[in-house]
């Protein structure tokens, strides 16, 4: 098993930046995988980011790319997500995932095994 926890969410003005943690613990080592979706009222929960937990390769939706940043702290086990250039369509509940498999794709929510919590973020325009 492993436990996810978010944290970081709130309310920004659009042009401001976040950053949203997940702690993960338990049986961590056996996540290859850590992504973050997002999921906004009335729509299907949607991939943003993923990292690799060995090497730190990163992956972004095109909707995010060049704002957003993915990172890790291997000692802390913990995934940052670094929002920048916020816009109202950024809103959303924020889900951390972790991924025990290096099969299949890392932009498919299905492929996660374990899920946080979910944080919400709010931009006003």
């Known amino acids: 098993q492993v436990q996810l926890v978010e944290s970081g969410g709130g309310l920004v003005q659009a042009g401001g930046s976040l950053r949203l943690s997940c702690a993960a613990s338990g049986r961590t080592f056996s996540s290859y995988y850590m992504g973050w979706f997002r999921q906004a009222p009335g729509k299907e929960r949607e991939f943003v980011t993923a990292?690799?937990?060995?090497?730190?390769?990163?992956y972004y939706a095109d909707s995010v790319k060049g704002r957003f940043t993915i990172s890790r702290d291997n000692a802390k086990n913990t995934v940052y997500l670094q929002m920048n250039s916020l816009k109202p369509e950024d809103t959303a509940v924020y889900y951390c995932?972790?991924?025990?498999?290096?099969?299949?794709?890392?932009?498919?929510?299905?492929?996660?095994?374990?899920w946080g919590q979910g944080t919400q973020v709010t931009v006003s325009s």
């Open positions: 990292i690799k937990w060995s090497g730190g390769s990163t």
């Open positions: 995932a972790a991924k025990t498999s290096w099969l299949g794709t890392v932009r498919g929510r299905s492929e996660y095994d374990y």
